[in-house]
């Protein structure tokens, strides 16, 4: 809706001084939906999937995609996947 995208484009703007910050509107909003956010009641929670999508992968962990448009871990030394 357009408030959710207010919502996060005002999350990314807060933190637009962070060099790593590689968020894109629609991928921050669907994490937000995802948790389970509400938006905007929740807004100051935004800065959690902001974090999280911005942490970098776990050692021994690489990211594929299952063919439809679904990420997933997969860790070779293990053979564990997410």
């Known amino acids: 809706t357009e408030v959710t995208d207010m ?4 999350a990314i703007d807060e933190d637009a ?3 790593d ?3 894109e509107v629609e991928e921050l909003a669907g994490f937000a939906e995802h948790l389970g956010l509400s938006l905007p ?5 935004m800065w959690i999937c902001k974090m999280a ?7 021994g962990w690489t990211p594929h995609n299952d ?4 990420t997933y ?3 070779a030394e293990t ?3 997410s």
Not at 7 to 10: A, N, S, Y
């Open 7 to 10: 919502v996060v484009m005002r």
């Open 17 to 19: 001084s962070d060099d």
């Open 21 to 23: 910050d590689n968020v």
């Open 41 to 45: 009641a929740e807004q100051d929670l």
């Open 53 to 59: 999508l911005n942490a970098p992968v776990p050692a």
């Open 67 to 70: 063919g439809e448009g679904n």
């Open 73 to 75: 871990y997969y860790n």
């Open 79 to 81: 053979g564990a996947s």
